[in-house]
């Protein structure tokens, strides 16, 4: 007897992110994830960066990292899978590949590419961007 996996899903146009300590964004301005960090950055300064939309409010951070608002541009399919114990919070906005049909990991050796970590979750576990734009960025 086989057991089904169970696929937990969502679609999402916006994304609520870390704006990285210091950072300042604008309304309308370009955000950038930042995988050295998992944080998001204003402006297209960063060059290891992934261009993520633009930011939906004015944030501040500079005195904390705080929470800011991100409109993704198009609608983006995020997948969730268990998380194999390696991949944190500051892992965001880097790759993730599959270990089994239920399990994600940031390890890379002899597995298939799953996406991009957009969210870690100790409930739902890491939740990963599949297909365009974020495969084609990796």
Do not use: W
Not at 40 to 49: D, E, H, Q, Y
Not at 79 to 91: K, M, P, T, V, Y
Not at 119 to 136: C, K, M, N, T
Request: charged share 20%; proline share 2%.
């Amino acid at each position: 007897m086989t057991t089904d996996v169970q696929v937990s899903k969502i679609s999402a146009r916006r994304l609520t992110l870390q704006l990285a300590h210091s950072e300042v964004a604008k309304k309308g301005g370009t955000a950038i994830g930042d995988p050295a960090t998992g944080t998001v950055k204003s402006g297209p300064s960063l060059s290891t960066g992934l261009f993520l939309g633009i930011f939906n409010a004015d944030a501040d951070a500079t005195a904390a990292q705080i929470a800011c608002d991100v409109d993704l541009l198009e609608e983006v399919q995020i997948l969730f899978r268990a998380n194999d114990g390696g991949i944190s919070a500051s892992d965001i906005f880097s790759k993730c590949y599959h270990v089994d049909d239920r399990t994600v990991s940031k390890t890379s050796t002899n597995r298939a590419l799953a996406g991009t970590i957009l969210i870690v979750d100790s409930v739902d576990g890491v939740g990963f961007a599949v297909g365009r734009p974020f495969l084609e960025n990796t």
